[in-house]
Structures are given as structure tokens and as C-alpha cells.
């Protein structure tokens, strides 16, 4: 089956960067798109950044300027790139993609990675 494994996070200072990266292994068709959300203790997951397929993407307002995504199709690999972080981007950042898998039967769903915690502290 189809494994999505992040990987990057760990603890950074204020104002550093951090590049977080998600790859998607097993039968995948095609990446219809990923994102990476994230959760903060008592606080719902929320969308971070996303792309489509066609590269376009989406940012939450309070990462705008600050963080990209991108992706790398031959890698099924989708980043984020994270700059003057904040002690307030403290969070698991949760991989998400949308696939398209299987062969003569396909089928599409949703996939989550496990998580990988980012902590901005000083």
C-alpha cells in the first residue's frame, strides 16, 4: 500500500528555516496533489500549503512570504521549504496527498504521513 514518510522537522531558533519533506512511496498512479498541514497543542489541524498536480498553490495567510512548497513528480516528493520561522509555527506538520493508485482497478483517495514536529524555540 501507499506510505506517505515526512521527514526534516526538529528544533530550530527563532528566525532559522527548516525544509520539510514528505515522499510518497508504493503503487501510485498519479499525485493529484499535496499539502502539509499542521497542529499545535489544543488547536485543530490546519492547512499549511498546498500544490496541485498543474504546480498551483495555496498558503494560509499566516505563512505567506515565509514558507514554499514545491514538488518533485519524479520523486513523488512534495517539500516545504520554511524560512524566518516563529515560535507560533511550533506544531506536528502532517503530510497529505491526494493519489491515485492501483493499475487495472484505480483508486483515489487521501493519505496522511505520520507527522514530524517542528519546534521554534530559542
Known amino acids: 500500500q501507499v506510505q506517505l514518510v515526512e521527514s526534516g522537522g526538529g528544533l530550530v531558533q527563532p528566525g532559522g528555516s527548516l525544509r520539510l519533506s514528505c515522499a510518497a512511496s508504493g503503487s501510485i498512479f498519479s499525485i493529484n496533489g499535496m499539502g502539509w498541514y499542521r497542529q499545535a497543542p489544543g488547536k485543530q489541524r490546519d492547512l499549511v500549503a498546498a500544490?496541485?498536480?498543474?504546480?498551483?498553490?495555496n498558503y494560509a495567510d499566516s505563512v505567506k512570504g515565509r514558507f514554499t512548497i514545491s514538488r518533485d513528480n519524479a520523486k513523488n516528493t512534495v517539500y516545504l521549504q520554511m524560512n524566518s520561522l516563529k515560535p507560533e509555527d511550533t506544531a506536528v506538520y502532517y503530510c497529505?496527498?491526494?493519489?491515485?493508485?492501483?493499475?487495472?482497478?484505480?483508486?483515489?483517495?487521501?493519505?496522511w504521513g505520520q507527522g514530524t514536529q517542528v519546534t521554534v524555540s530559542s
Open positions: 500544490i496541485t498536480s498543474g504546480g498551483i498553490t
Open positions: 497529505n496527498a491526494d493519489l491515485t493508485t492501483g493499475s487495472t482497478w484505480r483508486f483515489r483517495a487521501e493519505y
